[in-house]
């Protein structure tokens, strides 16, 4: 009997089916003569340089400006060197994510509620009282366009220092609050908590953007931070009035839910002020699209590319941590010196990159785990002679690969004592990872493996020799 891995089942302490993603690995689409696709391993986190000389705090967002990463390192706006060395250029303060873009000539910071210019040469902010508060921003048609949460408000075209207050600008078609502002084709879009309004520049003497009333979407994100750009559409955490958080994304007026059922269920386990928290970000790498929506204890990763050749959505967790769940420790991802370089959002002065030969993070172990769909012998139940993991075995980056660890539930809640496997040492290419003698069933079965970020390998599907109880 040949079983997919690329997700798995289980029961929860209801009456549901739930669906279990994999931990740590990522599925991938190819078709190899096994099966329809594969469980690789997700790529590991290699530490950068050594952060600053003074440690300054966590990492709070990175771009790539005229070649040249740059970082807000705790209060500290810093650029990165190719080896990874960062050098100080300023302050610019506050706690949280901040939010960062470029003109043609400064490079723009929203953080502790202020404006900052970084010329190349000298840090600044606004101090013009107009501007007020900024909560988030972008550059878009020679404007820096901030909100406050109430109004749009640009700042001069031949002086960005400077803002007229009768060129402020509002988002009204509801009267909820702006979260985050963002640019997709050269128009803005207004993210609004229950709305999404989109602006396109028609110029003038006062507020230069006029809304297209056909591309309002009617639902809006959670959090500044709850919002991305993914696949040239605006892609958020949140919902329209009265809805429980999803995952949308959303063009031209219209609106795509990206979340399963089993992805609310996750959303749902969080609290309000949690999810306002939650980063969303995207990355293209390899022929994936993914999105990662970043949570307290993990990261959700929905890749866009897969789920259309499976023609399933096709979702994965991270975390960092042998046991449980824990923060994912990779954020706000800058391409740059031919390498995706994150920052650690839990460990202060410290910037990673991402590191496809290997699964650790920052040198220390993770665990993986995936589990099957049910085993079901049309209600005969069945002897299970022996089970095979069929995998691409050997690449480990030890000499000896640790166990890999299997368990079984005959009820999808309760698990069996776990069985080990020892999958061959560093070379044994041709290794077979078996099961024997693996019980009975009476009804259906279902099966889960786990292992540690030191046994390096991708898993095609699990093989079961089966023999009907009558």
């Given at each position: ?26 599925p ?10 594969y ?15 003074t ?20 209060t ?9 060395v960062?050098t100080?250029i300023?302050s ?36 013009d ?9 972008v ?10 949460g ?13 803002v ?15 979260v ?5 084709r ?6 609004n ?6 602006f ?77 928290e ?5 990355r ?21 590319a ?8 096709v ?24 390498k ?6 839990v ?19 993770v ?32 000499n ?49 493996f786990?292992?540690?970020?030191d ?16």
């Amino acid at each position: 009997m040949q079983i997919g891995v690329l997700s798995g089942i289980y029961a929860s302490t209801g009456v549901d089916l739930r669906t279990k993603y994999p931990k740590n690995l990522m599925p991938v689409a190819q078709s190899n003569g096994v099966s329809a696709g594969y469980l690789r391993p997700a790529e590991g986190i290699t530490q950068f340089g050594t952060g600053l000389v003074t440690d300054r705090g966590i990492d709070r967002g990175g771009i790539n400006w005229n070649g040249v990463c740059y970082r807000v390192l705790g209060t500290y706006l810093v650029s990165v060197d190719s080896d990874g060395v960062c050098t100080e250029i300023g302050s610019v303060g506050g706690t949280g994510r901040v939010t960062m873009d470029y003109s043609f000539d400064r490079l723009a910071i929203a953080s502790n509620s202020r404006l900052y210019y970084y010329d190349g040469t000298t840090l600044s902010y606004v101090t013009d009282a107009d501007l007020g508060t900024v909560l988030d921003f972008v550059w878009i048609d020679g404007y820096f366009l901030t909100t406050d949460g109430t109004s749009l408000v640009v700042t001069e075209l031949n002086d960005p220092t400077q803002v007229n207050p009768l060129k402020y600008g509002s988002s009204e078609v509801d009267p909820d609050s702006i979260v985050a502002v963002n640019k997709i084709r050269n128009e803005l879009y207004a993210i609004n908590r229950h709305t999404v309004e989109v602006f396109d520049n028609i110029g003038g003497d006062l507020f230069p953007f006029s809304r297209i009333e056909g591309a309002q979407i009617p639902k809006g994100a959670l959090g500044t931070h709850c919002a991305c750009n993914y696949l040239d559409r605006i892609t958020f955490l949140g919902g329209g009035r009265n809805e429980a958080p999803a995952i949308w994304s959303g063009a031209n007026g219209q609106v795509e839910k990206l979340s399963t059922r089993e992805i609310d269920t996750i959303l749902y386990s969080y609290t309000a002020a949690e999810l306002e928290e939650a980063v969303l970000e995207a990355r293209s790498i390899k022929g994936q699209d993914l999105l990662y929506v970043h949570l307290p204890n993990e990261t959700l990763v929905y890749d866009n590319a897969t789920s259309m050749a499976l023609e399933q959505p096709v979702w994965f967790t991270l975390t960092t941590s042998v046991n449980g769940d824990a923060a994912y420790r990779a954020r706000n991802f800058v391409y740059c010196y031919d390498k995706w370089i994150v920052g650690n959002p839990v460990v202060t002065n410290t910037l990673g990159y991402m590191d496809d030969t290997l699964s650790s993070h920052y040198g220390s172990l993770v665990a993986w785990e995936f589990g099957t769909q049910i085993i079901y012998n049309e209600g005969r139940g069945a002897i299970i002679h022996e089970m095979e993991l069929v995998a691409l075995t050997g690449r480990y980056n030890l000499n000896d690969a640790p166990v890999i660890w299997t368990s079984y539930s005959l009820d999808g809640a309760n698990w069996s004592q776990e069985k080990s496997c020892y999958p061959g040492s560093r070379g044994r290419f041709n290794q077979r990872i078996t099961w024997m003698r693996q019980g009975t069933m009476r009804n259906f079965r279902i099966q889960k493996f786990r292992g540690t970020s030191d046994n390096y390998t991708s898993f095609l599907r699990l093989e079961a020799r089966l023999e009907a109880l009558n």
